[in-house]
């Protein structure tokens, strides 16, 4: 059965870093691309970035480029999401996908449970 965890997220200043991580069990992370989603209250879900089975190519949404960096360690099973120069707008449960491809989440079969980002001053 594959699962996806997420962790990482927090409260931090606008400015401020945070890393999520997601280990994936029951499947190899290596098979399918795999992503990241994020949901604010009271607005819809949106794609953030994903990556490819090798790494070698990565999608991100407008708003966070040069910002956020998406990674993969294929030998630990996980992929992370590095966030720099976070924005009040980056707040929301950020989830983590697999098996799929692209910013629109139809596009996935997998979804992580979800863990909360607060940008705040």
């Known amino acids: 059965q594959v699962k996806l965890v997420e962790s990482g997220g927090g409260l931090v200043k606008p400015g401020g870093s945070l890393t999520l991580s997601c280990v994936l069990s029951?499947?190899?992370?290596?098979?399918?691309?795999i992503g990241w989603f994020r949901q604010a209250p009271g607005k819809e879900r949106e794609g953030v970035s994903c990556?490819?089975?090798?790494?070698?190519?990565?999608m991100y949404m407008d708003s966070v480029k040069g910002r956020f960096t998406i990674s993969r360690d294929n030998a630990k099973n996980t992929v992370y999401l590095q966030m720099n120069a976070l924005e009040l707008e980056d707040t929301a449960v950020y989830y983590c996908?697999?098996?799929?491809?692209?910013?629109?989440?139809?596009?996935?079969?997998?979804w992580g449970q979800g863990t909360q980002v607060t940008v705040s001053s």
């Open positions: 996908v697999f098996k799929g491809w692209g910013l629109d989440a139809r596009g996935y079969t997998y």
């Open positions: 029951g499947a190899p992370v290596n098979q399918y691309g």
């Open positions: 990556i490819n089975t090798r790494g070698t190519e990565a």
